[in-house]
C-alpha cells in the first residue's frame, strides 16, 4: 500500500460525525498524514432558500450559504477539540451541491488517497443514508474509502501531544 498522505473525512454533523472524525484523526496521527474535513450545504436546502428569497429581502442565498460555512467551521473545531487528536493537520472544505457528488468532488481537487465516511447521518436511518449519500461515494470513489459505523468505533483514542 502507498503512504497516506491525505485523508479526507466527509462529515454532516450527525451523531456519528464525532467518531468518524476521531477515527481519520487517530489513522492520521498513526501515518503521518494530514486531514481534510469536508461538509456539503445540501443543494436542496440551498433551493429553498432562494424560493423564499423571492418573497423577502430578509433572506439571501449568499448570506445563508456564508452562514452556513461559518457555523460549520466553528462546528467542526469543535469537533476536532472533542477527539482528543493532538498534532494533526486539519484543513476543511465546504461545499454547496448534491453530497455526494461534492464529496468525490472534494477528493479529487484535494488529492485524497482515503475518504472516510460514516455509514448513517442526519436521518439517522443506516439503510436511507448508507443507500444515497455513503453507497454512491463506495461506489464512485477514485480513492479507498473506510466506513466507520458509529457506537462500535467510538472508543477509537488518539493519541495525546508528547
Do not use: W
Request: charged share 25%; glycine share 6%; hydrophobic share 45%.
Amino acid at each position: 500500500m502507498d503512504v497516506l498522505r491525505k485523508i479526507m473525512v466527509a462529515i454532516d454533523f450527525s451523531d456519528y460525525s464525532l467518531p468518524t472524525l476521531r477515527y481519520g484523526l487517530a489513522l492520521a496521527q498513526d501515518t503521518h498524514a494530514a486531514v481534510t474535513v469536508v461538509s456539503v450545504i445540501n443543494e436542496r436546502d440551498v433551493a429553498a432558500i432562494r424560493s423564499v428569497q423571492a418573497y423577502t429581502d430578509r433572506l439571501s442565498v449568499e448570506g445563508y450559504i456564508q452562514n452556513q460555512k461559518d457555523e460549520r467551521s466553528r462546528k467542526v473545531d469543535e469537533l476536532v477539540r472533542q477527539t482528543g487528536c493532538a498534532g494533526v493537520t486539519v484543513e476543511k472544505v465546504f461545499r454547496v451541491g448534491v453530497p455526494a457528488a461534492e464529496i468525490l468532488e472534494a477528493v479529487k481537487e484535494a488529492g485524497a488517497d482515503l475518504v472516510v465516511v460514516g455509514t448513517k447521518g442526519r436521518t439517522n436511518l443506516a439503510g436511507h443514508l448508507f443507500g444515497s449519500v455513503a453507497e454512491k461515494v463506495f461506489r464512485r470513489s477514485p480513492v479507498p474509502v473506510l466506513s466507520v459505523r458509529g457506537e462500535e468505533h467510538a472508543e477509537m483514542v488518539c493519541k495525546l501531544e508528547d
